[in-house]
């Protein structure tokens, strides 16, 4: 019995040194397809855990206050979503604002509905182009609840103002 359950320990370990190994690859693959962008300083890749995180930088992404994709930010797109094909786990896409409140007359009622939106305008954008499938992707809008950086300066709100791509390997 001692011996079948320490051969069931090595299995386990070896199943977790592949799970490991896999999400390492997916990370360094990633890294390697956006290592432009990551160098002109328009998204960062990190892992935290299981999970693989693509930043992307609001600059060009959006208008103000706005969830309409710029032409400049597809192209992003287009590379974040090819550094997805064949990503294992599901997708994750998050968007983040600032703590500015939105302006009277905006479309949007606050900036939950514009972080939700332009969340939803990444996904459909993925989906469409056929890099990512449905079923494989949820959409969150999180308002000014994360922010990276305090908003007491325009850097520090431009920071807080991104869509965050997340595989979730779990």
Not at 40 to 59: C, H, K, N, T, Y
Request: glycine share 10%; net charge negative.
């Amino acid at each position: 019995d001692a011996q079948e359950s320490r051969g069931l320990g090595d299995v386990y370990k070896r199943q977790d040194q592949d799970k490991e190994d896999r999400i390492e690859d997916q990370f360094r693959q990633i890294r390697a397809n956006l290592s432009s962008e990551i160098n002109q300083g328009l998204a960062e890749v990190e892992r935290d855990g299981d999970s693989i995180i693509i930043r992307l930088a609001e600059q060009g992404s959006f208008s103000s206050g706005l969830a309409l994709l710029q032409a400049s930010f597809m192209d992003l797109l287009d590379n974040v979503g090819a550094s997805l094909a064949g990503a294992s786990g599901l997708i994750q896409i998050e968007g983040h604002t600032d703590n500015v409140p939105m302006g009277f007359g905006s479309r949007y009622r606050d900036n939950w509905d514009l972080s939700s939106a332009r969340s939803a305008s990444v996904a459909d954008y993925l989906l469409e182009s056929g890099y990512v499938s449905p079923g494989n992707m949820v959409v969150m809008g999180l308002a000014d609840t994360r922010p990276l950086q305090s908003n007491d300066s325009a850097l520090g709100r431009a920071a807080n103002r991104r869509i965050e791509i997340i595989v979730k390997n779990d």
